[in-house]
């Protein structure tokens, strides 16, 4: 269960890094007359997103820990180690929600007509 989760969480950064450098690439160009240039504020968001990703990779890696521990029988503290898991899985899906609205807006703003 473990290691599908973390395969998991390899394959959704990969999409996501490759979804990033896609929007990088394309043709929509930020207003510049606000006095921020246009890498730093798409390097700012992308740097953030990494963050958070590897902050649920974080997560996912502790509650495996927790559960090693358990399954070798160094812990006793299930409960605590079922939590930790069910809390890496609502980071993940929160995650994977959150990359999912990027990109539909995203999509519907290079659909727009200017």
């Known amino acids: 269960m473990n290691n599908g989760m973390s395969a998991s969480i390899a394959?959704?950064?990969a999409r996501?890094?490759?979804?990033?450098?896609?929007?990088s690439l394309s043709a929509i160009k930020p207003n510049t007359d606000v006095g921020s240039s246009p890498t730093s504020a798409g390097?700012?968001?992308?740097?953030?997103?990494?963050?958070?990703i590897e902050s649920v990779n974080a997560q996912d890696r502790a509650a495996a820990?927790?559960?090693?521990?358990?399954d070798s029988g160094r812990s006793d503290d299930?409960?605590?180690?079922?939590?930790?898991?069910q809390e890496a899985s609502l980071s993940?899906?929160?995650l994977m929600q959150v990359r999912n609205k990027v990109v539909a807006a995203m999509e519907d703003l290079i659909k727009l007509q200017l």
């Open 11 to 13: 394959a959704a950064q």
């Open 16 to 23: 996501i890094e490759a979804d990033v450098q896609a929007l």
């Open 43 to 52: 390097a700012g968001f992308g740097a953030a997103f990494r963050q958070i």
């Open 65 to 70: 820990d927790k559960m090693a521990e358990v």
């Open 78 to 85: 299930l409960v605590g180690a079922m939590l930790a898991s």
């Open 92 to 94: 993940f899906s929160m």
